[in-house]
């Protein structure tokens, strides 16, 4: 019986490493995609701050004539764009996944660590 615990924990323990590698590649492409998504909607507000700075009434005058008004204004085109509110709907997600993943990592993280101890000492009790 103890002979196959210990077989069972250091086959465990020699795979742990590959599946180390899986998450930490999948934590990688996430983070890589929620930066594309980030990425994007800097460019939307910055066409949208383009749009506002460029804005004039009919006399050729600034529609928006000081920051504070700039500001409020891409506020409120920015919470009414459905294009970046949907990016935003899933950089949060992304967001979540990659949390959700490195509880994973760390998991795996300690379940190496533990099967590490149990095969030392299993194999300190034939010594």
Do not use: C, W
């Not at 599946?19 to 994007?40: F, G, H, V, Y």
């Not at 500001?71 to 935003?88: C, P, T, W, Y």
């Amino acid at each position: 019986m103890e002979q196959t615990t210990y077989t069972e924990l250091a086959d465990s323990l020699m795979s742990m490493p590959t599946r180390i590698m899986e998450i930490q590649l999948d934590i990688l492409s996430k983070t890589e995609d929620q930066t594309n998504l980030e990425k994007e909607i800097s460019k939307l507000e910055a066409k949208i701050k383009s749009e506002i700075n460029a804005a004039v009434d009919v006399n050729g005058k600034k529609v928006f004539t000081n920051a504070e008004m700039r500001s409020a204004e891409l506020l409120e085109r920015v919470d009414a764009d459905l294009e970046i509110s949907a990016i935003k709907q899933a950089h949060e997600q992304i967001s979540k996944n990659i949390s959700t993943t490195k509880i994973e990592l760390e998991y795996v993280n300690n379940k190496q660590r533990n099967a590490r101890i149990l095969v030392d000492i299993f194999s300190n009790l034939g010594k």
